[in-house]
């Protein structure tokens, strides 16, 4: 039996006896539709209402649209479902995570790299107020994970650093910016991402650390969080071995599962040993590192009986639904353990404001759309002023000015989509506008195969006075590497001459570019690319403005080659 009267519930004794007789009442099939937490849906594909009816969906999460778009689309599926959804995004870097208008503020890392928590806060704030006006309730981050590896090619910009401590302050802050504007907050990854090299989109990855070692370091920071009445925990396709074979001793290889699935992660680490008793939730069930688990079929009641409350995401949505309608109807999941799911549910509705005892939606959505995108503009830009980073320069090639190096050839790498989809955006055009604004004939670099292996160094002195590479390679799911990838045949657009002819880097999207230019004198890190932190990086440059970052991980990534 769940205990609503305490943390993170903290109902009253009529609140209680309402989520208990709404479980009662509830039908099968509106039981097992609350379990699930669905793709936004769109109005020009399906009829929403139609939706609503037949899959009675616990949660829906939006990618960004139009916010007059999203508004609508909220409203209605609210206004029709009997029970209201969780409305969540991903409110990682800002409001652009539910809204194409919305302000991005910028990656967790830049907010660490302040070493500021008010910039953490506020990246809580723009983004929750922003998700408010539209009606999203949700956000899927705080991210506590931790940076333990640079090869990592997912967490990177999206944590706040290695160091646990300032994760933790970090994501305290953040977590109270979402909820002063009504957003729950949801942290993950559970157990903890950043340690494998590896990413959960593509297989099941793993927690590698000693039982002992998690404890003091990702424990903590959950232990932490659950004790603070936190809500709602995102459990993810991660393994974490230790800690399995510390709860089951003995315990095969072979029987060792990532948290999703594992009921000695959810019921004996997360809710036994941490005391969490709220609401817990997979990552997307559409990625690789959950369905390699087992068939599909099992493996979804195998997550229901593990502890976890809701599914996020379908394969396909009528298989789903009919996977764990037969577990019900079989008792593969028991009544006992499917009127749990949907008590902390409704529960964790109801305490967060989103459900009233009355039936109806809690926190109303604002009827004028009032996004504040100037103010929250000007915090983007503060936060850009205190974070852009000088990791070194060797040979002081800063500050760069028109009159020391009027003629700038500008290399840009991961600028393009490739076929892909770039979370952020472009920063080719940014960097040569601001540059010639500033005074510079800017050339960008187009490979010439014919000139490849004859240009020396001389006739590139005759062209160009600074060599000024920037690096966009963005952090995103789905790919098994964040490098340096230059051109493959003799790597032609490389800074070979880095001894002969000024060169400067600046990686807008990842701190540990460095690794790949050790030789390189002059390095920065901004770990966004968005158009307040091109500004900055171009006046800091230039001298005039000073370089206020700190670093949040290790650039140079143990090579002293970088660090010289």
Not at 142 to 167: A, E, H, L, M
Not at 461 to 484: C, G, H, I, P, W
Not at 514 to 532: H, Q
Request: glycine share 6%; aromatic share 8%.
């Amino acid at each position: 039996m769940i205990d609503l009267t305490t943390k993170p519930f903290n109902l009253s004794q009529n609140e209680i006896d309402y989520v208990l007789e709404q479980v009662k009442q509830m039908t099968t099939s509106e039981k097992i539709g609350q379990l699930f937490f669905v793709i936004g849906q769109d109005e020009k594909m399906v009829d929403l209402d139609e939706f609503i009816d037949k899959y009675k969906p616990g949660g829906m999460m939006f990618r960004p649209a139009p916010a007059a778009e999203i508004k609508r689309q909220i409203k209605q599926i609210q206004n029709h479902s009997k029970y209201p959804l969780f409305f969540a995004a991903n409110l990682e870097s800002g409001g652009n995570g539910i809204i194409s208008e919305g302000t991005w503020l910028g990656m967790p890392m830049q907010m660490a790299a302040t070493d500021n928590t008010d910039a953490a806060f506020q990246l809580g704030n723009v983004a929750g107020y922003e998700a408010n006006q539209v009606g999203c309730n949700m956000s899927f981050a705080p991210i506590v994970d931790i940076d333990n590896n640079f090869r990592n090619p997912i967490t990177n910009t999206r944590t706040y650093g290695s160091d646990p401590k300032r994760v933790l302050k970090m994501a305290q802050a953040q977590r109270k910016g979402l909820e002063e504007n009504h957003v729950i907050p949801v942290i993950k990854h559970f157990p903890g991402d950043g340690v494998d090299e590896r990413d959960q989109h593509l297989l099941s990855s793993i927690n590698s650390l000693s039982a002992e070692d998690w404890s003091s370091t990702y424990g903590h920071i959950y232990k932490t969080f659950i004790d603070q009445g936190i809500s709602t925990i995102m459990i993810g396709h991660i393994y974490q071995p230790a800690w399995e074979r510390k709860l089951q001793k003995g315990i095969t290889d072979q029987d060792l599962r990532p948290a999703s699935a594992s009921k000695l992660l959810i019921n004996g680490l997360l809710r036994k040993e941490l005391g969490f008793n709220g609401l817990a939730m997979t990552d997307a069930t559409a990625m690789v590192g959950y369905n390699v688990i087992l068939p599909r079929k099992e493996l979804l009641p195998a997550t229901i009986n593990a502890g976890v409350d809701m599914i996020l995401f379908n394969k396909n949505i009528d298989e789903d639904y009919q996977a764990i309608t037969e577990a019900v109807e079989s008792g593969l999941i028991s009544e006992e353990r499917l009127n749990e799911a949907v008590t902390r549910i409704l529960a964790t509705k109801v305490a967060q404001n989103i459900l009233t005892t009355d039936g109806k939606l809690g926190i109303d959505i604002p009827e004028t759309l009032d996004l504040k995108s100037d103010k929250h503009l000007a915090i983007a830009e503060n936060i850009a002023k205190q974070s852009v980073t000088l990791v070194k320069d060797r040979d002081q090639l800063l500050p760069i000015s028109p009159e020391k190096t009027p003629r700038v050839r500008l290399v840009v790498l991961g600028d393009s989509d490739d076929g892909g989809f770039k979370e952020g955006g472009k920063v080719s055009d940014l960097f040569k506008e601001e540059l010639e604004k500033a005074g510079f004939e800017v050339t960008p670099f187009q490979m010439d195969f014919h000139e490849m292996f004859e240009e020396g160094v001389c006739d590139l002195k005759e062209k160009f006075d600074l060599a000024f590479y920037v690096a966009n390679v963005e952090t995103a799911s789905n790919q098994t590497t964040a490098r340096l990838d230059w051109i493959h045949l003799m790597a032609a657009n490389a800074p070979w001459f880095a001894k002969a002819i000024p060169t400067v880097f600046v990686s807008t999207a990842n701190p540990y570019h460095l690794f790949d230019v050790p030789y390189l004198s002059t390095y920065i890190n901004a770990y966004t690319g968005n158009t307040a932190n091109v500004k900055a990086i171009i006046r800091k440059m230039t001298g005039k403005e000073a370089f206020e970052g700190i670093s949040p991980v290790d650039p140079t990534c143990g090579d002293f080659n970088a660090a010289l």
